[in-house]
């Protein structure tokens, strides 16, 4: 299939299957059998880790909300993560998606989900503030001290489930500490 440039940063629709997630570009229907749905991996942790650090720096250095982008290539199937040009407040933040602002992302590259900082949340509020796109999605509540992070699947039909992180992400750092005993020695 040839995609071709659009306005925004495309996306992906997520079909969920037994046992894992299916994607999509966001265009396509799930039942077009001239597309090869891709298997979606879990995310490693140390992308939450990372996201949920640059919101404390930003909380604790200028009392904003900065957001991330999970980002999903179609092609091998991998993510990333990327910070979106975007309008920082108190109490979130307004992320960009026009592709001007995102001149080197290839078109297989898609917008996958999303982690935002939000101040303020409570009950149904959260899930309200998940943003109208297929993709993993990670709220950041923060009440004074206190935070919590929940995590949603919006899937490709419009539908939302709230996920516990396990059902998503793979601990990484436990395995890259203690994966291969030959490679990293503890004496």
């Known amino acids: 299939m040839k995609m071709t440039q659009q306005k925004t940063i495309g996306q992906i629709k997520l079909i969920p299957a037994p046992d894992t997630l299916l994607a999509i570009p966001a265009e396509c229907s799930e039942h077009d059998k001239t597309i090869t749905p891709v298997e979606v991996p879990r995310l490693p942790t140390s992308f939450v880790s990372w996201m949920l650090g640059l919101s404390l720096v930003a909380r604790t250095r200028v009392d904003r909300s900065v957001a991330s982008l999970l980002l999903f290539d179609l092609h091998v199937g991998r993510w990333s993560v990327c ?41 149904d509020e959260i899930a309200d503030a998940i943003p109208l796109i ?42 890259a500490a203690f994966g291969d005993p030959e490679h990293v020695r503890f004496e």
């Not at 975007?86 to 992320?95: E, F, L, T, V």
């Open 83 to 123: 910070v979106p040009k975007q309008w920082c407040g108190i109490d979130g933040a307004r992320w960009s998606t026009n592709r001007s602002d995102y001149p080197d992302l290839p078109d297989h590259v898609r917008i996958g989900g999303s982690f935002q900082p939000r101040t303020g949340l409570s009950g």
């Open 134 to 175: 297929s993709g993993i999605h990670f709220i950041e509540q923060t009440v004074g001290m206190d935070h919590a992070v929940h995590l949603f699947i919006r899937y490709g039909s419009g539908a939302l489930d709230r996920v516990s992180p396990m059902a998503v992400t793979y601990d990484d750092w436990e395995q």
